[in-house]
């Protein structure tokens, strides 16, 4: 009896061992342990991602860090896992989302913006204004409280050209520095004026043959961390329409 009782168990081990060591078996955790490591991965480098791009929010060489940090990362997993990068959080617009190219009513310039922002004014000459185009994004709210206004979620950009230098001040200046904007040298600023309970302005000026152009983008950095890098791909979409040059040129 205790015979066939080992020879019993001696056949269930057999069978085992062959199960778990049979073809079908090292494919099938071959797959598991793949799918495994590659969402493992994905969600490791989405964190560190993530992280980076807040730590881009610092000025300096603290957020460049972060911003070539965060571009390696993503390179890194993209060539492990092909596809990936449109799972990783992103700060500003995407590169590869779809835009649409806005002009403002005096044709003096285009720039392009996400394509589901939404132009709220655009309007031509008053006064010494040549233009005004005001945009937004779709989520943008703010709360105005007798003089002042808090910037909740979302962001709103003002494009205003007029005929002499609007005269301001920058109170709470957090940066400043010198760009260049569609070719022209260009003054850059981050600050946050009295008028402004909660949020951010972001100010981007230049001139053109005359024309003073400001852009700028109001946003809440908590609700809306991609404001600088946003604004950043707006002002290198900007282009001075060659209409401009030659209505100038024949006054």
Do not use: C
């Amino acid at each position: 009896m205790s015979e066939k009782v080992d020879l019993e168990i001696e056949d269930k081990i057999d069978h085992l061992w062959r199960r778990e060591n049979s073809w079908w078996t090292w494919v099938w955790r071959g797959i598991v342990f793949g799918i495994g490591s590659t969402v493992g991965l994905v969600l490791l480098v989405y964190v560190a991602v993530l992280l980076a791009n807040q730590l881009e929010l610092i000025p300096g060489g603290v957020g460049q860090l972060a911003k070539d940090l965060s571009a390696i990362l993503e390179q890194s997993v993209e060539l492990r896992v092909p596809g990936a990068q449109k799972f990783l959080p992103h700060n500003g617009l995407e590169t590869d989302a779809a835009t649409q190219t806005v002009q403002d009513t005096a044709e003096l310039y285009t720039l392009a913006l996400p394509d589901d922002w939404i132009t709220t004014i655009k309007e031509g000459a008053r006064a010494d204004q040549r233009s005004f185009l005001q945009a937004q994004s779709p989520d943008f709210k703010s709360r105005t409280e007798g003089s002042t206004v808090s910037y909740q979620t979302g962001a709103s950009l003002s494009v205003l050209v007029t005929t002499t230098p609007t005269a301001t001040t920058y109170p709470n200046l957090t940066q400043e520095k010198a760009i260049t904007v569609a070719g022209q040298p260009a003054s850059y600023r981050i600050y946050r004026d009295d008028a402004t309970a909660e949020g951010r302005l972001l100010d981007a000026r230049f001139e053109h043959q005359g024309n003073h152009y400001r852009l700028t983008l109001r946003y809440n950095p908590e609700t809306y961390p991609n404001g600088p890098e946003g604004f950043d791909e707006i002002l290198a979409s900007v282009q001075l329409t060659e209409a401009t040059d030659q209505a100038l040129t024949e006054d």
